[in-house]
């Protein structure tokens, strides 16, 4: 039973770190919801300490929100000891997650009907720790108005009663953002001192030419923002690793080849800040790349895949002695690389084991498919007759939930996976790829978990 628990959890912590409940380029939304709402239940009603300790891991926001959600419908169902380590957990990981999505939570809450006393604390709670409670009211309105009413509780200062419940009640406000708020309705001048998406609205109401806008907007909006509306962006060298990976993606190959300097050297900033201290500590590393038409992703993950085998390539060169990478397509230009072709993930591998590294990482979707099995192979008869004392450290990273088995898609039980949302947990994922090998019994993950959970809540 015991190796059973260890199995199901690190299957859950694999899909709650790449899983979406969007569309993947082998899955339909609705299987991949159908698939990822049993994997909730399922682990919750048999593993709720476990399931709860996961909000110490690095899952991705949609699950983390998904985990504190079900852990509030079922708040009767746990003990005072299990509610308050939950509520301690929720609590810190909330602080964490973007404020839109924590709002979205709040939403799917009262729609749900969810106001035990436990929720309305951890909502009056949160909307208490914002750091700008009238920069949430402007930006996030109608949400916070909502938070406040489901959760019995009155916002932190006076003027914000009236601004979000009547906010015509008042000829002025003496909170500056409320006052630039009121004003940006009469007064063009006045919209360009508000958040970007509460300014886009009422650029539209005066009928601000699109262009002016975004010219006169830009020194308030923040980098992503920029992102999405620009073509370029001048501070690419302070964007997270995977995010400007995906960025880089989205350009097409000829303004690739002509921004080659710039957008690499903004690649390896990136990568050196996610390496820290652990620069050139790896020894020698080779690394296998998906770059097949399946790393293509789907229309809600475009070239998601793809995006994270980039990221970790140059997260790789900065923690390799010496590093080999190799792209399933033969390819060897990185910021060029695009979805095409099968998937040899075992002719790569044998090429990646004849340069006799410290280390093979492996980051695919596992659908090695010319020929079929062939990796899953190579890896076996490796592990069997060339390295039975493990003297070589392989582990496959994937960024793809699979909806069949619940968990991402394996290459042989040889070989550890894990799934990787970020290449920025790179690092963590392949020290938490050991207990994936079969090798550690319940007591050693359960360890695990608790000393992350503990370190997780000492971390303010």
């Not at 609590?91 to 106001?115: E, H, K, S, T």
């Not at 620069?279 to 038409?293: C, E, H, I, N, P």
């Not at 991402?408 to 990787?420: E, Y």
Request: with cysteine.
């Amino acid at each position: 039973m015991d190796s059973v628990t260890a199995g199901d959890m690190l299957m859950f912590v694999n899909a709650a770190t790449t899983a979406t409940a969007q569309r993947e380029f082998h899955s339909s939304v609705g299987q991949q919801r159908l698939s990822l709402a049993f994997l909730h239940e399922y682990m919750l009603g048999n593993y709720r300490d476990l399931y709860s300790a996961a909000l110490a891991l690095d899952i991705n926001e949609h699950n983390a929100t998904t985990i504190v959600r079900r852990l509030l419908e079922t708040s009767a169902e746990a003990t005072a000891d299990q509610r308050e380590r939950e509520g301690r957990l929720i609590a810190r990981r909330l602080r964490l997650i973007a404020p839109q999505r924590v709002y979205d939570l709040f939403r799917a809450l009262r729609r749900a009907r969810v106001n035990n006393r436990r929720t309305r604390v951890i909502i009056r709670d949160w909307i208490a720790a914002r750091p700008d409670p009238a920069f949430d009211a402007v930006k996030y309105r109608g949400a916070l108005k909502e938070a406040l009413r489901h959760a019995h509780t009155a916002p932190v200062h006076d003027e914000l009663g009236p601004f979000l419940f009547a906010p015509r009640s008042r000829p002025r406000y003496q909170t500056p953002i409320l006052e630039t708020w009121r004003r940006a309705h009469y007064e063009q001048a006045a919209v360009y001192e508000l958040p970007y998406t509460v300014a886009e609205g009422l650029a539209a109401k005066h009928k601000i030419d699109r262009k002016v806008f975004l010219e006169r907007i830009a020194p308030r909006m923040t980098r992503l923002e920029r992102l999405r509306v620009q073509a370029s962006s001048t501070d690419l060298t302070q964007m997270p690793l995977t995010r400007l990976a995906s960025y880089v993606l989205s350009l097409p190959i000829a303004d690739r080849r002509e921004r080659r300097a710039e957008l690499t050297g903004a690649l390896r900033a990136a990568a050196a800040r996610a390496g820290g201290r652990a620069k050139g500590t790896w020894g020698k590393v080779a690394a296998v790349l998906d770059d097949s038409f399946s790393a293509r992703g789907s229309v809600h993950k475009r070239q998601r895949p793809l995006a994270v085998a980039l990221a970790c390539r140059y997260l790789l060169e900065v923690l390799a002695d010496e590093f080999v990478p190799l792209w399933t397509s033969g390819r060897t230009d990185a910021l060029l690389a695009y979805p095409h072709g099968a998937t040899p993930l075992g002719e790569r591998i044998l090429d990646a084991l004849e340069h006799e590294p410290d280390r093979v990482l492996i980051v695919s979707d596992g659908w090695d498919n010319a020929p079929y099995g062939l990796a899953g192979e190579v890896l076996r008869v490796w592990r069997e007759r060339v390295d039975p004392e493990r003297k070589v450290s392989v582990v496959h990273l994937n960024p793809v939930y699979d909806v069949d088995d619940f968990d991402v898609k394996r290459l042989t039980p040889s070989v550890p996976t894990v799934g990787v949302r970020d290449a920025e947990d790179l690092p963590t994922l392949v020290e938490f790829a050991r207990f994936t090998e079969g090798l550690t019994d319940l007591a050693q993950l359960t360890a695990h978990f608790d000393d992350r959970a503990r370190r997780f809540l000492e971390d303010r």
